[in-house]
């Protein structure tokens, strides 16, 4: 999954002029419908089964570098390996300054049985005025294939829409990563396109799948018989994370 965490200019046709009229930019929504930075309140602690939402702090940063020093884990990710632990310090950085900047929120995935660090996860190019934002993930080789991520994003997912008023929840993906892919499509993304050369990393240009999820169009992943992940738990969860938001708590 693509971090790539540049800021885009967004993009849309302006209507035509009417013989005479000048073509002036398509005005940008309403201020008054966006919704308050995250960074105004404590950051959004979260739990599900079997792990712990939380943020991400200094000392993380060695389990950061186990993580991003990893080519494995790295190979589709969308940045080059961390080289030592100066650099998973910076990335910890760039994460709290993003939430206090506004443009995003990331949580580290702890698992509650040991308090080990399997990952991270969370949104980051919050557009407010536009109601989008793009999500990013990486899980450690040791947690994959367990379930982790489908049920971090269980709760992630609706707390963006909820909490940060999304409408659009973007997802960039190498064609390679099936299953990131897999994952995405679980939850409802459709894949609308193919970007070329989007990106630069391990030496060249990579090509990326856009998907996007709608607000109206999220789904609860279909429970599989090899997976230790429970569909119902899945709904509960959901539920309790809605009930909370729509509470204030």
Not at 106 to 123: N, Q
Request: hydrophobic residues 40%; proline residues 7%; glycine residues 8%.
């Amino acid at each position: 999954m693509t971090e790539a965490e540049l800021q885009s200019p967004p993009f849309s046709m302006p209507r035509p002029a009417s013989a005479g009229t000048p073509t002036s930019p398509p005005a940008r929504p309403a201020s008054a419908a966006v919704a308050p930075a995250p960074a105004d309140e404590p950051f959004p602690e979260m739990t599900t089964r079997r792990l712990r939402l939380r943020e991400i702090t200094q000392d993380d940063a060695a389990d950061i570098l186990a993580i991003h020093g990893d080519a494995t884990v790295m190979r589709w990710f969308g940045s080059n390996v961390l080289p030592d632990l100066g650099a998973a310090r910076r990335l910890v950085s760039f994460f709290a300054n993003c939430r206090r900047a506004a443009t995003g929120t990331r949580w580290g995935i702890e698992r509650k049985e040991d308090g080990r660090l399997l990952g991270t996860c969370g949104f980051y190019s919050w557009d407010r005025n536009y109601r989008r934002c793009n999500l990013g993930y990486e899980l450690g080789t040791f947690a994959w294939r367990k379930g982790y991520m489908q049920e971090a994003l269980a709760a992630v997912l609706p707390w963006g829409y909820s909490r940060m008023q999304l409408h659009r929840i973007e997802a960039h993906i190498h064609p390679a990563n099936t299953a990131s892919i897999e994952l995405a499509r679980g939850f409802g993304f459709v894949q609308e396109g193919l970007m070329r050369e989007l990106e630069f990393w391990d030496g060249r240009p990579q090509d990326m799948l856009l998907f996007a999820l709608l607000q109206r169009d999220m789904k609860w992943p279909e429970r599989k018989e090899s997976s230790i992940l429970n569909y119902r738990w899945l709904q509960r969860t959901a539920y309790r994370i809605e009930s909370m938001l729509l509470s204030g708590k």
